[in-house]
Structures are given as structure tokens and as C-alpha cells.
């Protein structure tokens, strides 16, 4: 009888434990490590904030099983390893994965920002992010707001910081967190960000101060980023501080300042990118596709901001908005005004490279913007760096541009600036073209052009068969490194090989998560 009874009771053991490995997607579990699964919750303090070896809970209580990520607080730190399985979460608070921590998040799972907790996902130097999602199952970090009510800067966004140069040696990060980043690591890795949405972040934590969609703060080489889209951002969708990480398949979706911001000495590759702009989003700061500095105050200190982009597609708020103007009464932010507090201003320009910046744009298209170039003298020399070769804007299509360039920041005009005054306004030289639109008509492969010769899509933004950019890309100059995919075309796109398929969403606001 006895023997029977160890039988039986082994053979419901069995069942019990087949029944709880056949779960389904959704299941949700605690920490995981080597397939090993360690429930429990352990405490300790990291200056002064609670911190925790496990990043789930339910209504602020320890639960294995809870969709919490954090504990409720408005700063939590996770010390951990752990991996979230596909499911439907919500981010409370600024959530920290410290250095030594670990978390890694399944395809095809939803993150929903909490807007009352500003909810943003932080990585310090040593700890990892592994996001890697599909082109079918895509990681979505959004707003937890319903369809039709979701605007710009419901949540904060994410933060990776690393141990790579910068030019500040180690600098805080933008946007209220208290972390760090910089070292002597160009290497390192802060994890993976593949096939991944952010949505609405940018909360305004005070005014005009924001975090941006993706910060990316000091992150080494080593770091794996590709097909990330930032859609709404309530200001840039992404910064880079210094660092070398490579960066492909990027989108930026009408966000309110700058699509892609580059400062303090980042030296990484960044190639095929989309921006796409609303006509009536806009910064109060001025709007620029791109917008670079090697430091705020434009000291000549290395590293050098160096980045290099290639086959770049850069759509303007004239695109499509027949009826744009440049102005406050048109600029309202429309149906997705947020009404946080966040200022809006104008569009300037598709590059406003400045402050000592040297950096590289190649086989790329913008369209429809008010300005093409702005090479800005006002602190530091990067027109001189232009001039002696250390900055490349090579075979870019500017179209639709009312300007090819201005020399200054807020001067629309095409007009020579010899210096600035005790107020530090520009002064300026009608007679001669700007310094920014002489060179980038001398520079090999630039062409200037209205927006219908490039027989783009309207909707796609890809060229048709017969749009002059299928030819004529160049990988040449030393800095396109083998790194790159030597195509033929110029911009973000073939005529046949659309990579948004699949991963991307062009209508956040509405869709149903």
C-alpha cells in the first residue's frame, strides 16, 4: 500500500508539472536564469532607493505573476536577471536595471507607460536590456492610454547609458534620471533594442524639459540596435551623448523637436533611417531633422562628435501639407496637442549641424522643409571643420527646400553671416549666399531639385522605378567603413525592398493594444 501511494502521489507530481511547462504565451514568470526559474523577492537599498533581484509586481506587492513592472514607487531599481514573457505590462515609475542586472523581454510583448508616474525604463552602465523582438512580433513600448486619447509625452521613454567616450568624461543624463554614463569602453555592450516600437514618451518632468523617445547616453559598439521606431516623441526621438554604438533601420515619426540629435562626441554609424514629420508639430526650440553639437558650449574637445550617416530619407512637413505654413497660428500640434505644457515653435532646417560638430551625412534625400543646410559659426568653427574636409555631406538630394542654406539659427534667409553683434544676432551679408548653401553645392553628388523629379511615393516615401535616387550612391570617403551595406540607391529605400513591412505602426493613436 505504501509503495502504491509513493507511486501515485510521484505520478501527480509529473502531471502537475508537465500542465505548468505547457502554458501559454501569455503566462507570465518571475525570474528566469538558465532556464531556472527563482521566485523569490530580495531586498536591499541602492542610494537610498529600494531595490529589488525581481521587477514584477501586482498593485505595488511582491507577485511572480504580476504585470506591474516596478513596484509603484517613482524610482525603483531592479538588480536581477530576469525575462518577461509575452504579455501585456505596465512601466510605473522610473524603473533602473543597474549594473550587474539583466532583463530581457520576449517578442511580441507590450510595455504601457504610466503617465502619472512619468514611467521610463532606464539601463545604468553594467546592466543589459535584451529587447529583441521579430518583424512579426515586434516589442511595443507605449502609452497606456486608450485608442483615440493617446498624445505625445503620456510616458518618459527609454535611457541606455554605457561605458563608451564621450567628450565630458562622465556626464549626467538628460531628462531628471540620476544616472551616469562615460567611461573608456567604446566596446561595451549594453544589450540588444531590435524590432522595437516607443510610442508617446517624452513627459515633461518640468518644463520644456523632457525625455526623449530613445536616449542613448555613452553606449558602446558592443550594443546591438536595429529596426527601432519612435513614433510621437514630446521631443527628440533620439539622442545620442557620445558613445560608438551602430544603429540600422531606424524611423523617426513625428516627434516635436529634433528626429535625430547627436552631441558630445558620438562616433557610431547610423544607416538606413526614415523621418517623417506632421505639419503642425514643432519645437519652440526650432525643429531640425537632424541637429548636432560636439558640446553645448562648442569647445574643440575630443572625441569629436565624428557619426556618420548614410541612405537617410528625410520627409519635411511641405511633403504632403499643400497648405503648411511656417508659422504659430498653423503650428498647433493639431488633434495630437498634448496641452502639457510643452512649447511649440517652427521648422528650420533638415541639417543644423553646429558648436564644433563634425559630422557626416551621405546618399541621402530630404524634402520639403524651409531649410536644406545650416552650418552654424556662433560657437566653434564647423564651417572651418567643413572646410578642411573633417565634416562630408556627400551625395544628398535636397527637394521642395525654400532655402538650399542659411548660416545662422532662426535666419531664413540664404545670406552671408560675417559675425554677431554684442547681442549675439547675426550679422549678415546680402549680397553674398550663405556659406552653408556655397559649400553644399560644391560637394560632390549634391543635387538641388523640386520635390515631384524624385517621383517618390506619397504614402511609402519609396522611389518609384524611374526616381533618379535607384542610382548613384557612393560608398567611397574613408568613414563608410565596411560596416555599411554598399547599395546603389540614395535614401532610405529600393524600389522593391520596403523594411518597414511587418514591424511598424503608422497609426499608434488608434490601434488597440
Same mark, same amino acid.
Given at each position: 500500500m505504501k509503495t502504491r501511494c509513493l507511486i501515485g502521489c510521484v505520478s501527480i507530481l509529473a502531471v502537475a508539472s508537465m500542465m505548468s511547462a505547457c502554458g501559454s504565451d501569455n503566462d507570465v514568470v518571475g525570474?528566469?536564469?538558465? /532556464?531556472? @526559474?527563482?521566485?523569490?523577492? @530580495?531586498?536591499?537599498?541602492?542610494?537610498g532607493i529600494k531595490a529589488c533581484t525581481n521587477i514584477l509586481f501586482q498593485d505595488g506587492k511582491e507577485n511572480v505573476k504580476g504585470t506591474d513592472i516596478g513596484n509603484g514607487a517613482q524610482e525603483f531599481v531592479f538588480t536581477?536577471? =530576469?525575462? *518577461?514573457?509575452? %504579455?501585456?505590462?505596465? *512601466?510605473k515609475g522610473w524603473v533602473y536595471i543597474a549594473a550587474g542586472a539583466e532583463l530581457t523581454i520576449e517578442p511580441g510583448t507590450i510595455i504601457k507607460g504610466d503617465k502619472e508616474t512619468k514611467a521610463s525604463l532606464i539601463v545604468e552602465r553594467g546592466g543589459k536590456l535584451i529587447a529583441q523582438g521579430t518583424a512579426t512580433a515586434p516589442i511595443v513600448f507605449t502609452s497606456e492610454q486608450s485608442a483615440g486619447n493617446r498624445r505625445p509625452g503620456d510616458w518618459g521613454g527609454i535611457i541606455i547609458c554605457g561605458k563608451a567616450y564621450n567628450n565630458q568624461k562622465e556626464m +549626467? #543624463?538628460?531628462?531628471? $534620471?540620476?544616472?551616469?554614463? /562615460?567611461?573608456?569602453?567604446?566596446?561595451?555592450?549594453? %544589450?540588444?533594442?531590435?524590432? @522595437?516600437? #516607443?510610442?508617446?514618451? %517624452?513627459? $515633461?518632468? =518640468?518644463?520644456? +524639459?523632457? #525625455?526623449? /523617445? *530613445?536616449?542613448l547616453g555613452s553606449v558602446g559598439s558592443g550594443t546591438k540596435i536595429d529596426h527601432v521606431q519612435v513614433s510621437y516623441s514630446n521631443d527628440d526621438s533620439y539622442e545620442w551623448f557620445g558613445g560608438a554604438v551602430n544603429c540600422k533601420y531606424m524611423i523617426a515619426y513625428k516627434g516635436w523637436d529634433d528626429d535625430f540629435d547627436t552631441d558630445n562626441g558620438y562616433?557610431?554609424?547610423? =544607416?538606413? %533611417?526614415?523621418? @517623417?514629420?506632421d505639419s503642425k508639430i514643432a519645437d519652440t526650440s526650432m525643429s531640425n531633422s537632424m541637429e548636432s553639437d560636439n558640446s553645448a558650449a562648442g569647445a574643440a574637445v575630443s572625441p569629436w562628435t565624428t557619426a556618420s550617416f548614410s541612405n537617410m530619407t528625410f520627409i519635411g512637413p511641405k511633403f504632403s501639407d499643400n497648405a503648411f505654413k511656417n508659422s504659430s497660428d498653423y503650428i498647433t500640434g493639431g488633434k495630437m496637442n498634448p496641452n502639457n505644457g510643452s512649447a511649440l515653435g517652427k521648422f528650420q532646417s533638415v541639417m543644423h549641424i553646429r558648436r564644433n560638430s563634425r559630422l557626416n551625412c551621405f546618399n541621402s534625400v530630404a524634402v520639403g522643409f524651409p531649410i536644406g543646410i545650416i552650418l552654424d559659426n556662433q560657437k566653434g568653427d564647423t564651417q572651418g571643420s567643413a572646410t578642411k574636409g573633417l565634416l562630408s555631406l556627400k551625395n544628398i538630394w535636397l527637394a521642395g527646400m525654400d532655402i538650399v542654406g542659411s548660416d545662422a539659427n532662426k535666419v531664413f534667409e540664404d545670406v552671408l553671416v560675417t559675425g554677431y553683434d554684442s547681442k549675439s544676432k547675426p550679422i549678415t551679408d546680402a549680397t553674398e549666399k550663405s556659406f552653408s548653401s556655397t559649400f553644399f553645392t560644391a560637394q560632390s553628388g549634391n543635387n538641388v531639385s523640386d520635390i515631384a523629379a524624385l517621383k517618390l511615393d506619397t504614402k511609402t516615401f519609396m522611389p518609384n522605378a524611374s526616381s533618379p535616387l535607384l542610382s548613384g550612391a557612393n560608398f567611397a570617403e574613408a568613414v563608410l567603413s565596411s560596416w555599411f551595406d554598399k547599395v546603389n540607391y540614395i535614401g532610405a529605400f529600393s524600389s522593391n525592398d520596403n523594411w518597414v513591412n511587418g514591424w511598424t505602426n503608422f497609426d499608434p493613436e488608434n490601434t488597440q493594444y
Open positions: 525570474n528566469e536564469d538558465k /532556464g531556472k @526559474v527563482d521566485a523569490a523577492y @530580495v531586498w536591499t537599498t541602492d542610494a536581477g536577471k =530576469q525575462t *518577461l514573457k509575452k %504579455g501585456t505590462y505596465n *512601466l +549626467q #543624463i538628460e531628462g531628471g $534620471p540620476r544616472t551616469k554614463h /562615460g567611461g573608456e569602453d567604446n566596446a561595451d555592450n549594453s %544589450g540588444v533594442l531590435s524590432y @522595437v516600437r #516607443i510610442e508617446f514618451a %517624452g513627459y $515633461p518632468f =518640468q518644463k520644456d +524639459q523632457e #525625455i526623449n /523617445g *530613445l536616449t562616433s557610431g554609424k547610423v =544607416q538606413f %533611417g526614415l523621418a @517623417v514629420r
